[in-house]
């Protein structure tokens, strides 16, 4: 059984936003950090943002002030909204849990959900 359940991606025009949704299943989430990371054809997989479970956050560089990421306790999920996206934004979206942000890999994550950027 995967723990996490990523959801929310499709195809958007240049310019569009998505909010993509990681439900985890069996545990909570917010004893763990969790990092969103994309995976395109021929690139290295690449970090995108995470929250630690004191909600402090980071972003990479090439999708700072574009997304933002957000956890509801409650609901025991995690959010990626994404603005403005660009074609370079195009890959398989996964979440992750993390012991914490920086420094710590990627522990267990779900099998992704399909974002595509293109006019």
């Known amino acids: 059984q995967v723990p996490l359940v990523e959801s929310g991606g499709g195809l958007v025009q240049p310019g569009g936003s998505l909010r993509l949704s990681c439900v985890a299943s069996g545990f909570r989430l917010e004893h763990f950090a969790i990092g969103w990371f994309r995976q395109a054809p021929g690139k290295q997989r690449e970090g995108v943002s995470c929250?630690?479970?004191?909600?402090?956050?980071n972003y990479a560089d090439s999708v700072k002030d574009r997304f933002t990421i957000s956890r509801d306790n409650a609901e025991n999920t995690v959010y990626l909204q994404m603005n403005n996206l660009k074609p370079e934004d195009t890959a398989v979206y996964h979440c992750?849990?993390?012991?914490?942000?920086?420094?710590?890999?990627?522990?267990?994550w779900g099998q992704g959900t399909q974002v595509t950027v293109s006019s």
């Open positions: 992750a849990t993390k012991l914490t942000c920086l420094g710590s890999p990627y522990r267990h």
């Open positions: 929250v630690n479970a004191n909600g402090i956050t």
